[in-house]
């Protein structure tokens, strides 16, 4: 999944855009531009400077978009269209929840749809049966955040259980305090597009 951020002020009129979770072991700058490649040579970041004078957009998260790719393939001659359908944040539904003892945490197991996931999860409201947002490992969130692979008090967590805030998300549709709780309206397995809104 791609997260592309933007504040003209505090990023100097950079769009970043977060290709992959890898560091990037060197770059290549421009004067337009700069891209971080990992390892392997993989492209994980690029750096598009002055982007004010490309499109005028809001500040903070931005949806990763076919104006994006275009601007990107245009001032970086790099393709990235092969990330624009990417969404790591899926409707699950807890179907196992533990307390971790002397914790306020919770061992869980989530179904996605296709696998069923170790998460730990700290809200108050998860409980087994709940219909859950879930950021996938590989998602990031609004904040620029990348979910990986965790491990909490020695428990595997493949993943996060999203609130209303984390995500980003003014509609009243949602409860406000804890993880979203979803009805039945949203179906285990489809992915969940309002933090793209």
Do not use: W
């Amino acid at each position: 999944m791609i997260g592309v951020f933007y504040n003209k002020n505090s990023l100097k009129d950079t769009l970043l855009i977060n290709v992959s979770g890898s560091d990037a072991v060197s770059t290549k700058e421009e004067l337009k531009y700069s891209i971080g490649f990992d390892d392997k040579n993989n492209i994980c970041f690029i750096n598009i400077f002055n982007f004010s004078n490309y499109l005028g957009v809001n500040e903070g998260f931005i949806k990763y978009s076919s104006e994006i790719i275009s601007i990107v393939n245009k001032v970086c001659n790099v393709d990235l269209s092969e990330h624009i359908d990417n969404n790591d944040f899926v409707v699950a539904e807890v179907v196992e929840c533990e307390d971790i003892q002397g914790t306020h945490l919770h061992k869980c197991k989530v179904f996605n749809g296709v696998n069923t996931l170790d998460i730990v999860c700290g809200a108050k409201n998860v409980r087994r049966q709940l219909k859950v947002v879930l950021a996938q490992v590989g998602s990031i969130l609004p904040n620029g955040t990348r979910i990986n692979k965790g491990k909490l008090l020695n428990h595997d967590s493949f993943g996060m259980l999203c609130s209303k805030k984390e995500l980003n998300i003014n509609s009243d549709e949602f409860n406000e305090s804890g993880i979203i709780e979803l009805g039945s309206n949203y179906q285990v397995g489809q992915k969940f597009d309002k933090v793209f809104a």
